[in-house]
């Protein structure tokens, strides 16, 4: 029963969030949209966190069906910011050439993961905005920061 439902929630999350970055009119608003999607899904959802860390986190087995549905919906996220990633650094070389998008990706999905997670810990969404100006600003102004990152 639990997988059925983060199945399904993969499935309503992921249109949320496409449709959400869809009425995004430029590259750079398109790669913040994933981030700034989270702020409307967590007022709405009362701050009672993710149901893919809520579910999975108490589960051991690392084989287990609920723990693939997570992986399922990481690695959907983390496509998702890939192929945003590499839309803004083909959308101005100039600025964001030298971004590196696999690690950009590694560190958004990071900020992202750890911003969703204090939402349900705290109650309260500041944590994404803070986390889109801070980690994500950096990344795209300082990426050699992201060389200083474990692989």
């Not at 860390?53 to 983390?78: C, F, T, Y």
């Not at 560190?107 to 969703?116: K, P, Q, R, S, V």
Request: proline letters at 3%; charged letters at 25%; aromatic letters at 6%.
């Amino acid at each position: 029963m639990c997988v059925a439902y983060l199945n399904e929630r993969n499935s309503e999350k992921a249109k949320e969030i496409l449709d959400f970055v869809d009425t995004k009119n430029t590259p750079l608003a398109r790669f913040h949209g994933v981030m700034d999607s989270i702020e409307s899904w967590a007022k709405r959802t009362k701050y009672r966190g993710c149901q893919f860390i809520n579910m999975v986190a108490e589960v051991p087995d690392r084989n287990s069906a609920l723990r693939e549905q997570g992986h399922l919906h990481h690695d959907w996220a983390k496509e998702l910011v890939l192929k945003l990633t590499k839309e803004l650094i083909a959308s101005d070389k100039r600025r964001y050439g030298n971004l590196n998008a696999k690690d950009v990706t590694e560190a958004y999905i990071t900020h992202l993961t750890g911003a969703i997670a204090l939402a349900g810990v705290r109650y309260r969404i500041q944590s994404c905005p803070r986390g889109r100006e801070a980690g994500i600003g950096l990344m795209l102004e300082q990426p050699a920061a992201l060389n200083s990152l474990p692989r």
